[in-house]
């Protein structure tokens, strides 16, 4: 299983996003820091979708994951 986080800014505060990646299907979750609880995005909405992207691409580049993550990512968004 791999697992991938990042953070971003938003108004009501620090939004974190852990995406994980096991026999072949990808989970993402996130959480407003201070909360205690994860949500679970299923499915996957087309906006965090592309910002996994983003950061999977980003750590591909720097080689920290294989491109098989970025594609699978790809064929979820419909880009072949």
Known sequence: MQKHQWREEVEEGTMMYRATYHAGVWKLYS???GDEEWDHHDPIEVEL????????????????????????????????
């Open 49 to 80: 979708l592309e910002k996994l992207r983003e950061v999977m691409w980003n750590k591909y580049q720097r080689g920290r994951c294989p491109h098989k993550l970025v594609t699978k990512i790809d064929k979820m968004l419909g880009k072949d």
């Open 31 to 33: 959480q407003l820091k």
